[in-house]
């Protein structure tokens, strides 16, 4: 069993910053890729972050130069650092992974979203 558990949401105003942490556990093998997807109420989810195992970052044009991800690759866990924050950004955020369980099956994980609200 594997679990993906957020922290960190919650309300900020405008120009704000918040940290998301994710935490990947269980019966896990290795972690490819780990990441970052929001949804807003009305709209698909959508990317905002990825990074792989070596650190290779994509970032939403949204939100290029003022989110920034990292992980830890020993703790099994991605952060999402927040800046500026406009209130376009407000949305559930996801965690997402891409890892091989200790069983050698491959599958995406989802965590079960933090609220990030951000007002004007």
């Known amino acids: 069993q594997v679990q993906l558990v957020e922290s960190g949401g919650g309300l900020v105003q405008a120009g704000g910053s918040l940290r998301l942490s994710c935490a990947a556990s269980?019966?896990?093998?290795?972690?490819?890729?780990m990441g970052w997807y929001r949804q807003a109420p009305g709209k698909q989810r959508e990317l905002v972050a990825a990074?792989?195992?070596?650190?290779?970052?994509n970032y939403a044009g949204t939100v290029k130069g003022r989110f920034t991800i990292s992980r830890d690759n020993a703790k099994n866990m991605v952060y999402l650092q927040m800046n500026s924050l406009k209130p376009e950004d407000t949305a559930v955020y996801y965690c997402?992974?891409?890892?091989?369980?200790?069983?050698?099956?491959?599958?995406?994980?989802w965590g079960q979203g933090t609220q990030v609200t951000v007002s004007s």
């Open positions: 990074i792989t195992r070596r650190g290779i970052i």
């Open positions: 269980g019966s896990i093998f290795s972690i490819n890729a």
């Open positions: 997402n992974a891409d890892l091989i369980a200790s069983d050698y099956a491959a599958a995406y994980y």
